[in-house]
């Protein structure tokens, strides 16, 4: 705009140059009495007056061209800066016109169609679409008519040289300043991963801890318990356990592979967890997370229950009258719930200390030591090399502890 007024002050003073010369001949030609001499200064006068202002007026227009070619430089080298940022995006994106024709294609979409990008341009979208979803597709994209909102369509795409797969198409209108659709601007991912992850989660037979950070802990450690997540145990067993009012350690729970544990699952004030073995592996899982995806809630729903049934064996266990049946019903939940079929019998994946099985049982360190060292001699129970207890399989077991601990 201060180019354009330049330049009609530059041209207001030519005219008005002009036109001085015009009134210096009709002035000469209406007093030929004049000398010559004065009428050549005159005019010589009024000619570099007139010069002089040209010249003026031809430095600022030459200041205002450089200028203008600054500002035209700065705007193409935003442009391309642009440009480039639109071509090597590592999102596929596409620039079509209001029906869907593509008028531009940047690399990412060049290589996610398997077409270079001289060749997407002027080819309807829709052909990339397979026949079954495109009359869908076309509703889809005649609704943006008359929706200003960017939109997320998800659909299926099928490149020219490779098989289809599952895309997400953020989609952005642009209309004119009469608010009619001109074009449209499409950010295309694949999400054939995360369709795949979501069919899994719906399928309550997946690995929740797939692509999640896992957390090592190691033998004795203490695990951090937060209110707004929960643990889901992947490798090894975790000690869940509360403080009496003597200050003594009571056993409430075992939480072994695909089992959860957390603050927010138990009304205890005083809960703690603690790593048993070597190395204690687990995820984090946010109660967000589980609120916000139902298929994640579903899956973990049946993990909740193990614990919640192992929580009510505990309890009944411990409302055992005598001490032998007590321990005798421990032993059968540690078999089916951390036993692994042996030569000998059934080996325990986890060593419990005598405190640990005695708390269990609601007895004392000493007496549960002294009920083992009998069972030992018996041949009920034996230990492998790495002390983990192997538990012999008979039918008459319960009558064998019986017998072993003298009832």
Known sequence: ??????????????????????????????????????????????????SEELNVAAEQLIQFNEELAATRAAVEAERQRYQDLFEFAPDAYLVTDSVGTILEANRAA???????????????????VPEPERHRFRSELHRLHQDDRTQELVTRLSPRTSKFFDAALTIGTVRDSEGKLVSLRICIRDITERQRALALLDSNDHDISFERQRHFYAKGENIPLYHDSIWLVCKGCVKLSTACENGSEALVGLAGPQMVFGSSLTSLQTYQATAIGKDVQLVSISLTEIATTPGLGNAILPKINRRLQQTESFLA????????????????????????????????????????????????????????????????????????????????EKELINLAIGA
Do not use: W
Not at 7 to 26: C, N, P, S, W
Not at 110 to 128: A, E, H, N, Q, R
Not at 328 to 347: A, C, I
């Open 110 to 128: 060049s290589t996610l169609l398997s077409i270079s990008s001289k060749y997407l341009v002027g080819k309807p979208l829709l052909v990339f």
């Open 1 to 50: 705009m201060a180019t354009e007024l330049n330049v009609d002050k530059f041209t207001q003073q030519v005219e008005a140059m002009h036109g001085r010369i015009a009134q210096l001949y009709e002035h000469a030609n209406k007093k030929p009495e004049l000398s010559p001499n004065v009428l050549l200064g005159t005019s010589f006068k009024e000619l570099g007056c007139a």
């Open 317 to 396: 266990i411990s409302r055992q009258l005598r001490l032998q049946n007590r321990l005798h019903h421990f032993l059968l939940l540690l078999k089916e719930e951390f036993g692994q079929s042996v030569e000998s019998g059934t080996r325990l994946s986890i060593r419990l200390t005598h405190s640990d099985l005695a708390s269990a049982c609601c007895t004392t360190r000493v007496t549960m030591t002294r009920m083992l060292s009998k069972l030992q001699q018996q041949g009920i129970i034996t230990f492998d090399r790495k002390s983990h207890m192997i538990v012999k399989d008979v039918v008459k």
